[in-house]
Every structure is written in structure tokens, then in C-alpha cells.
């Protein structure tokens, strides 16, 4: 089974600096996906970014890019010139085929004014 | 055009009632995933439908029931109402299944007394 660990429940940082947030996943599988997706107060749940895992090319959307070290099973979120906006929960997510999304539990992002 | 909507946006029920929630995917989203997000964790995966029929099930009890319209509209039906069942309920629409990116909507909020 699929499982997937975010090891900072909560991170705090001054706007318009940069911060970085790990996450770790085990799988069998060689072909899949995944992601980090922000849950603001508001509740939805928003796609920040995603990484297919034939692709050896990090993913990079606007401030946000990812650290994906395939063999560790490795996959952290920098979040570049932090904004307040920025403020939410971050979790780290892996799906394969069968879109079935797997969760970590979470961590929770305070920037700073 | 609009995203993915759910009703009702909160709820009250009690132990042992029943409660039917419902989801409207993205216009032309063929695919419907049902997510429970118990406060202060990560969604874990219900149920996914596609052409109306159910392709995936998690680890859930036979209270938890779905199912998907000829409009790909969806429902989640929970029988037997336990206080563990209070959560937040995420629906969340793809165009086709597989490697297609998800969206989330806003939730339902059920809360049982």
C-alpha cells in the first residue's frame, strides 16, 4: 500500500522569503503521480503543482517548484518570495493509475507579515 | 465557467439518521471521486464513479454508498449516522480517468450530533 508523510505538522515564515516543505512517499509502483495541493481556510482545495514520475525534470509553476528525488521517495515544495497569500495547508498527495488520491496529513503554512 | 459544486455546503444530523450529499462535476467531467477529511487530517478516498459505474473503493464501511447520474451528477449516501462519520465531505470531478488532474470542490460540512 501506497503511504505518504509530511514530517512538519506546522511552519511559520516572514513574507517574501523562502520556504521549503518535505514529504516522503512509499510505493512499489514505477509509473505515477504526484502533488501538492493547498487547502486554505476556505476549504477548497487547490492543485499547486504536479509531477509525473517518468519525468526526471523538476516541476516548476510560477513560485512554486518541487525537489523530486525519485530513488529517496523524495518530494518537497519550495515556495519561493512567500506572499500572505501563501497562508494554508499544504498537502503532499501520490496517485497512480487508478485516481484514487493518497493524502498526507498535512502541514500548516504561516507567513508572516 | 463554474467548478465543481456541492450541496448542501453544511449539515446537522443526528446518530443513526441518514444523509445524502450531493455533487456537480465540471461541465464535460466524466469522472466523480468522494474524499472524507476528518479536522485536522489529510482526505481520504470514498468512492470513484466514471460512466457510472463505480471503479474504486476505499476503506469504508457498507454504510457508505454512492452513486453517479446519467449527467455525471453524483451522490453520497451515508446510513446509520456514528459522531466519527462528522467531517468534512470532498467531491471532486476529472475529465477522464487516470493520469487527468482532479478538482475539488468546496465540501460539505457534516456535523453528527
Known amino acids: 500500500a501506497q503511504t505518504v508523510t509530511q514530517s512538519q505538522p506546522e511552519m511559520s515564515v516572514q513574507e517574501a522569503e523562502t520556504v521549503t516543505l518535505s514529504c516522503t512517499y512509499d510505493?512499489?509502483?514505477?509509473?505515477?503521480?504526484l502533488f501538492w495541493y493547498k487547502q486554505p481556510p476556505s476549504r477548497q482545495m487547490i492543485l499547486v503543482i504536479r509531477?509525473?514520475?517518468?519525468?526526471?525534470q523538476n516541476a516548476t509553476e510560477n513560485r512554486f517548484s518541487v525537489n523530486f528525488q525519485k530513488a529517496a521517495k523524495s518530494f518537497s515544495l519550495k515556495i519561493s518570495d512567500s506572499q500572505l497569500g501563501d497562508t494554508a495547508m499544504y498537502f503532499c498527495?501520490?496517485?497512480?493509475?487508478?485516481?484514487?488520491?493518497?493524502f498526507g496529513k498535512g502541514t500548516r503554512l504561516h507567513i508572516l507579515p | 465557467d463554474a467548478g465543481v459544486t456541492q450541496s448542501p455546503t453544511h449539515l446537522i444530523k443526528t446518530r443513526g439518521q441518514h444523509v445524502t450529499l450531493r455533487c456537480s462535476p465540471i461541465s464535460g467531467h466524466k469522472s466523480v471521486s468522494w474524499y472524507q477529511q476528518v479536522l485536522g487530517q489529510g482526505p481520504q478516498f470514498i468512492f470513484q464513479y466514471y460512466e457510472k459505474e463505480e471503479r474504486g473503493r476505499g476503506n469504508f464501511p457498507d454504510r457508505f454508498s454512492a452513486r453517479q447520474f446519467p449527467n455525471y451528477s453524483s451522490e453520497l449516501n451515508v446510513n446509520a449516522l456514528l459522531l466519527g462519520d462528522s467531517a468534512l465531505y470532498l467531491c471532486a470531478s476529472s475529465l477522464e480517468t487516470g493520469k487527468y488532474e482532479q478538482y475539488f470542490g468546496p465540501g460539505t460540512r457534516l456535523t453528527v450530533t
Open positions: 510505493t512499489s509502483e514505477n509509473n505515477y503521480y
Open positions: 498527495a501520490f496517485m497512480k493509475w487508478d485516481d484514487k488520491i493518497i
Open positions: 509531477q509525473e514520475a517518468y519525468k526526471q
